[in-house]
């Protein structure tokens, strides 16, 4: 059984650049999740996919976007970064949708600086 | 809305001495609370979980944690401390009835031979 993989490992950007992180979801795992976690601060949820359908979004702008494949693997897009946009993004998968009964198991993270 | 507090930022301990990582709560329904640890650059994994079932939850590598509703708490213990357990540890909370976890802001462990 293989974990959550994630890729890039580290990206840097520029202001106002797009960037296309990638998550493959732990195997039978339908349900993924992103978080942004700030240097020193705790994950914030940016938004969570069931079955290749948005289940829900945090506070987020429009420019944090996403998509999930048939395979339920996903992606994290933003657009036009801010020098706000540096973080450590995380993705998390599990089995089953809006039920924290069901483990989330999280990636090693794409850490992503914007300069 | 739904929040957590982790009390101290920073805690030293000595190897084989108590660790206690604070952590409270609020919540408008009853939550599901979790504490997670994060090595150096590395992702997330779960220690436990608590999920309405019983109120003192054991977890990996010897940790615990107990819920008190009236406290709205969920601390996190381990009777002795290894060097492996230093590392930084978030404690979240989700409402029973919702799916997106709120993190605290974190409390780094240091542990000195």
């Known amino acids: 059984e293989t974990g959550v993989t994630q890729s890039p490992t580290h990206l840097i950007k520029t202001r106002g650049q797009q960037v296309t992180l990638r998550c493959s979801s732990q195997?039978?795992?339908?349900?993924v999740s992103w978080y942004q976690q700030a240097l020193g601060q705790g994950p914030q949820f940016i938004f969570q996919?069931?079955?290749?359908?948005?289940?829900g979004r945090g506070n987020f702008p429009p420019r944090f976007s996403g998509l999930q494949f048939p395979n339920y693997s996903s992606e994290l897009n933003v657009n036009a970064l801010e020098l706000d946009d540096s973080a450590l993004y995380l993705c998390?998968?599990?089995?089953?949708?809006?039920?924290?009964?069901?483990?989330?198991?999280f990636g090693p993270g794409t850490r992503l600086l914007v300069l | 809305a739904q929040s957590v507090t982790q009390l101290g930022s920073h805690v030293s301990v000595s190897e084989g001495a108590l660790v206690l990582l604070r952590c409270n709560y609020s919540?408008?329904?009853?939550?599901?609370l979790f504490w997670y640890v994060q090595y150096p650059n590395q992702g997330l994994q779960l220690l436990l979980k608590?999920?309405?079932?019983?109120?003192l939850v054991k977890g990996i590598n010897g940790f615990e944690a107990e819920f008190k509703k009236s406290e709205t708490s969920f601390h996190l213990t381990k009777p002795s401390a290894h060097m492996s357990d230093a590392a930084e540890y978030f404690c979240?909370?989700?409402?029973?009835?919702?799916?997106?976890?709120?993190f605290g802001a974190g409390t780094t462990v240091t542990v000195r031979a």
């Open positions: 998390a998968s599990s089995s089953g949708r809006a039920s924290m009964q069901e483990t989330q198991y």
């Open positions: 195997s039978g795992h339908n349900t």
């Open positions: 996919y069931y079955r290749e359908e948005e289940n």
């Open positions: 919540s408008s329904v009853p939550p599901y």
């Open positions: 608590y999920t309405s079932a019983a109120t």
């Open positions: 979240a909370v989700t409402p029973s009835n919702d799916y997106k976890l709120s």
